[in-house]
């Protein structure tokens, strides 16, 4: 039996759960003044199954998207219009670094990441994070570095030349 | 309309049956994703909550390998009492997993008695498998993760050896049976096991100490032939007088007949060392299948001196040695290469060549070398005399050679181009067929006569 029938089984059944798990983090989202709509959750559901079937990767549950609802109704550079493309794109990017670094490494320290490069670095920009933030979120991680660690460009060089 | 009613019924039993079938499927289809679910988080510590699909697929291959396992275990305990079978998915890979660890643990048994039963031979690929790589297996196998993998590097090679199986199991069926063979190898003296070693790699031109030899199967059939020869005591050396009485004794017999005197000669041999493991009685008259063809066909081919090792049978005698001229340096070399790049014409190439290189090694190397395209192998090979297309030879039909006489037929001509290693080869054998009858006899008599002696490894 191949592996996307094994899970196929348990999608069908959990997937309008799941729906209804992104729907109850209004709770917390209405404060921030988002609201997720039944339609938002199902694009958030697509989204997510054509990630993880592009990037070739198995997830258990919706804790990701989950997180990111919570982490990126705070950023100042997202608003009603923006919010939930922005979530997607995200999650893309999560998988993205998942598999250019191991599976090891723990959810928390990827999100913290491509928070924090969204925030300080990116001024908001996801493209601007597909690009040069995976790059340097990446540099990090291959260095040994902590992945949010945000190393200013013209230090960088400074530190090279003193070499 | 009775008829009609029961085959109604009979389709409402079969609907019935099949909707328990897929519930049942289904149920073991959830039952095995659960366990994968509980297995992922722990392969990542419950710190990420997705994997690669590859990751997780080898994760399900190790769960279906355990659960595998424990069915197996119940088709060979059919007979046995019944007892009480599990109902879920979990519990036959709870069940599984549990005859894994024990299966693990019998390897380990069966290898560490091995080990110190190990054969004082100077075999460099039975040393490593069983000092190195069977060692290495115990470490890293991962029964939880990776239950299917058999990642190891055993190189030494056995008679039996059903690579069908995988994990654990393929394992322990490797240690059980070079356990059998080893069995009979200590049957023998060392010291002439090794004597026959050295004239077995002689025989052959080769160091059968870095050779990947069985060594039951050479040990077993040179056993064979002493009985053949009809000595009081079996071993392995056999004198030319007693290859002349088995030729004699085998001489005119069908393959029903060679059969029953190879029966015979096994019985004789575990007579003699007393041998009274039946599995080892089981694993030679298993083995005598495969002698039985060989004997049989190098009968017909009137060759069976080449599966007998000859005590003091020189094999270069009366053969014409060459022996190979100084190789340029590397850059000497290089720069032949680049002149001969440089060339348009084929003619200047032969040019190069012919001035230049001085040693067979170089001229192979300057072949393999990407300078020659098509009909230009055949101007630089007809550059070569009678010898240095047989020494050629020599090299291109190493395989062919093993087997005894060697003939240039053209109805082997596919055969020869399979075995061929490289592109220049594959021209030589066109050339070859290309020339004259005569020629072709000249070089074939010589290559049948002249023993080259160069780095193997090189060529």
């Known amino acids: ?163 | 309309m009775a008829l009609k009613r029961v085959e109604g019924s009979r389709e409402d039993h079969n609907d019935e049956a099949s909707l328990v079938v897929q519930s049942e499927k289904d149920a073991f289809e959830i039952g095995v994703a659960s366990i994968l679910i509980r297995l992922i988080s722990r392969y990542t510590f419950g710190e990420s909550s997705s994997v690669k699909v590859e990751t997780a697929s080898n994760i399900l291959n190790s769960i279906y390998y355990a659960i595998d396992v424990y069915n197996a275990s119940l088709s060979k305990n059919v007979d046995c009492t019944v007892i009480e079978q599990p109902t879920t998915t979990d519990e036959m890979y709870k069940r599984g997993m549990e005859l894994i660890e024990a299966y693990v643990e019998e390897a380990r048994q069966l290898y560490t008695e091995i080990f110190r039963d190990k054969l004082n031979l100077p075999l460099e690929i039975y040393n490593e498998t069983l000092m190195d790589a069977l060692p290495a297996f115990f470490k890293t196998y991962d029964i939880t993760f990776a239950a299917n993998n058999t990642l190891t590097s055993m190189d030494y090679p056995l008679v039996f050896d059903d690579m069908s199986k995988e994990g654990i199991l393929y394992i322990k069926q490797w240690l059980a049976t070079l356990k059998i063979e080893t069995q009979f190898c200590k049957c023998l003296e060392m010291d002439s096991v090794i004597e026959f070693l050295e004239a077995y790699g002689h025989k052959y031109g080769f160091d059968y100490k870095n050779m990947p030899i069985n060594l039951f199967s050479v040990l077993f059939e040179q056993s064979i032939f002493s009985v053949f020869s009809g000595h009081n005591e079996v071993g392995l050396t056999i004198t030319t007088s007693d290859f002349n009485r088995i030729s004699f004794y085998v001489k005119g017999k069908n393959q029903q007949q060679i059969q029953n005197l190879i029966d015979l000669a096994v019985k004789q041999i575990i007579y003699k060392f007393g041998i009274i493991n039946s599995e080892l009685i089981e694993y030679m008259n298993r083995y005598k299948e495969l002698f039985l063809v060989r004997v049989v066909n190098s009968h017909s081919n009137d060759n069976l001196s080449q599966m007998v090792v000859i005590d003091g049978f020189d094999p270069y005698l009366n053969k014409i040695i060459y022996t190979d001229g100084v190789s340029m340096s590397d850059k000497q070399f290089r720069n032949v290469i680049n002149q001969v790049k440089a060339c348009d014409k084929v003619s200047d190439k032969t040019r190069i060549v012919s001035a230049c290189v001085h040693s067979l090694q170089d001229f192979i190397d300057l072949l393999g070398a990407g300078c020659f395209f098509d009909d230009e192998y055949i101007a630089v090979l007809g550059l070569l005399g009678d010898s240095e297309l047989a020494i050629l030879g020599e090299m291109v039909f190493q395989e062919e050679l093993r087997c005894g006489v060697f003939k240039l037929l053209p109805e082997r001509t596919s055969i020869f181009k399979q075995n061929a290693r490289a592109e220049w080869q594959l021209n030589y054998i066109d050339f070859i067929f290309d020339l004259d009858l005569n020629r072709r006899k000249i070089v074939e008599e010589l290559i049948n006569e002249i023993t080259v002696e160069v780095d193997a490894g090189k060529v």
């Not at chain 1, 404060?31 to 958030?44: C, N, P, T, Y």
């Not at chain 1, 992945?147 to 400074?158: A, S």
Request: proline fraction near 1%; charged fraction near 25%; charge should be negative.
């Open chain 1, 1 to 163: 039996m191949s592996l996307p029938a094994v899970f196929h089984s348990l999608d069908l059944i959990r997937t309008e759960n799941r729906i209804h798990e992104l729907l109850l983090c209004n709770e917390v989202l209405k404060k921030q003044g988002l609201v997720l709509s039944f339609s938002d959750a199902e694009e958030i559901m697509a989204v997510r199954g054509r990630v993880l079937k592009n990037q070739e990767r198995i997830e258990l549950d919706i804790n990701v998207s989950k997180t990111l609802l919570y982490q990126m109704a705070q950023s100042s550079y997202v608003n009603p219009e923006n919010y939930v493309a922005t979530v997607n794109d995200m999650y893309g990017i999560f998988h993205y670094i998942k598999n250019a670094t191991s599976d090891l490494v723990s959810d928390e320290e990827v999100i913290d990441a491509i928070v924090v490069y969204y925030n300080q670095v990116c001024g908001g920009s996801t493209e601007f994070l597909m690009g040069k933030g995976i790059e340097k979120i990446l540099a990090n991680y291959h260095q040994g570095r902590n992945m949010t660690d945000i190393i200013n460009e013209r230090e960088e060089i400074y530190w090279r030349l003193s070499e």
